[in-house]
């Protein structure tokens, strides 16, 4: 049974830093894509960074220069670490992964098989 966990959520003010983390078991992904997504109250759900087997990585504009997406094929782990914080960060952070291996990645969450449970994020101002 697949599992994406994600962890690291909390809240910080505005100009701080967190890291999340979205360890995964049931499968090795080491070759397949991953990607963190967020959704606010109110609004759809949105990408936010993607990672491929080979490590190249995509954002999206909005957290370009302030967030880094890694991952560490031993410990099967994928992490998002977010700095420069803004309010309009806030949101539940999720992990995905397709199912299918070798994928490039993408900015499209219907192109994503498996979803974890989200981890919250607030900024306060």
């Known amino acids: 049974q697949v599992q994406l966990v994600e962890s690291g959520g909390g809240l910080v003010q505005a100009g701080g830093s967190l890291k999340l983390s979205c360890a995964a078991s049931?499968?090795?992904?080491?070759?397949?894509?991953m990607g963190w997504f967020r959704q606010a109250p109110g609004k759809e759900r949105e990408f936010v960074a993607a990672i491929n087997w080979s490590d190249s990585t995509l954002y999206a504009d909005s957290v370009k220069g302030r967030f880094t997406i890694s991952r560490d094929n031993a410990k099967n782990t994928v992490y998002l670490q977010m700095n420069s914080l803004k309010p309009e960060d806030t949101a539940v952070y999720y992990c995905?992964?397709?199912?299918?291996?070798?994928?490039?990645?993408?900015?499209?969450?219907?192109?994503?098989?498996?979803w974890g449970q989200g981890t919250q994020v607030t900024v306060s101002s």
């Open positions: 049931g499968r090795d992904f080491s070759r397949h894509a």
């Open positions: 995905a992964a397709p199912a299918i291996s070798g994928l490039d990645y993408s900015s499209l969450g219907h192109e994503y098989d498996y």
